[in-house]
């Protein structure tokens, strides 16, 4: 993210809730870019997602979304006044015209939730390469009047059973190693951990650092899902 992008998050979000939320807000961003910004990669085999999507409680509902003319305003409103509207204005259309999948959750017709979905490719440059079956998850996010109710588990289940009954091959999926309640959410998911790894890109090239600091046991693990990984991309032909 480029500094004048930064600099309107900040004023916009300033804007929305005064002076000290703002601190608040800069002290967590800083500290959590300068101190804790490894993430932990998630794996699932869709293939081996064998049962139908779960039906949700009868609060719940999941919708599919694919361009941004199929957003209601409410939605739109909801999707991009918590940050600089602009930008999240921008962001959103260039994702649809990317092909990716916007999932809403809602409780009691109320918009609780999203995440995005993209096949084929990620949106980023990432910690792997992707086969053109593959999907990857992103950006999800819980509005807070909706945590503690395990949205993200319910949203993030019913995504991977979804793409599963379509047939897709792999999904995969990253959080914060600080974010502490969507680590709890992936773990009662079909994914499993690939491993901790941060990423880089200079002039075009990215680069991925995997690391070893976990138990030995744990280490096994992750290398073997992440060799498995390489395996099948290569593969599809990439």
Sequence with gaps: MSIYSLLNRIAAFYSSHGLVPTIRRVKLAAKRAL???????????????????????????????????????????????????????????????????????????????????????????????LGENDVQLFDFYTFPKFRGRATHWLLTSHILQTLAAEGRARAFGDTAEWNKAQLSSFKMTPFRRLGLARSFTVLGHTFVFWYDNEPAEQIRKDRERRNEASTMAKSYGQ
């Design 35 to 129: 101190f804790a910004n490894r993430m932990v990669v998630f794996y699932c085999d869709l293939t081996k997602q064998v049962t139908p999507p779960d039906e949700l409680p009868n609060s719940l509902k999941v919708e599919r979304v694919i361009t941004y003319a199929q957003l209601n305003p409410e939605d739109l409103q909801n999707l991009t006044s918590f940050w600089n509207p602009k930008q999240a204005h921008r962001n959103i259309r260039e994702r649809f015209e990317q092909g990716a999948s916007l999932w809403l959750i809602r409780s009691v017709d109320k918009l609780a939730g999203y995440g995005w979905s993209l096949q084929g490719r990620t949106i980023a440059p990432y910690f792997l390469q």
